[in-house]
């Protein structure tokens, strides 16, 4: 029984220096997109995450993207 306490205890200790890790990971990406020091590309090519999953942490975080959108909405938004 102290085992499984022990093991489980040691699970959740990981677990929370593995959230903290990923929390200031994506803090790092956002800071950098934010200053345009690095691209989504470079970003990913620096990290385990792929050019898709960069997007979603930098919309996540606020980025704004390079440029605006040119594709206008088939139907009104009125």
């Known amino acids: 029984m102290r085992e499984l306490e022990a093991l489980d205890a040691k699970f959740l200790a990981t677990e929370k220096a593995h959230q ?9 990406i956002i800071s950098n ?10 970003v990913s090519t620096s990290t385990h ?10 919309r996540a975080g606020g980025v704004p993207p390079l440029r605006k959108r ?3 909405p088939l139907q009104d938004e009125s």
């Open 20 to 28: 903290e890790a990923r929390d200031a990971l994506h803090q790092a």
């Open 33 to 42: 997109l934010m200053s345009r020091t690095l691209t989504p590309t470079q």
């Open 49 to 58: 995450y792929d050019r898709v999953h960069v997007g979603r942490i930098a």
């Open 70 to 72: 040119t594709v206008r």
